[in-house]
């Protein structure tokens, strides 16, 4: 599944989609992980946050310690 810049939220179908640039903290096992400023998207109706490819390159390069990137 992949998530590009959207539109609407697949989730609530609210049109007010938001890029935001802020830290975010994921859990990975037994571990949090703090990615000091992670760009993703976010419904300010339903407050789901969507993640791109980038975002989620990042999300690995952070919890695995490598940068998978795959064209
Ligand atoms: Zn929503």
Known sequence: MKI???????SCG??????V???FRVRVG???VTIPDLEREICPECKE????????IT???YCFGKS???A
């Open 68 to 70: 998978r990137k795959r």
């Open 21 to 23: 640039r802020k830290a």
């Open 14 to 19: 609210s049109r007010s989609i938001r890029r």
């Open 49 to 56: 946050e969507f993640f791109d490819r980038e975002a989620n």
């Open 59 to 61: 999300i690995d390069a």
């Open 30 to 32: 037994t571990r949090t």
């Open 4 to 10: 590009s810049t959207l539109a609407r939220c697949p």
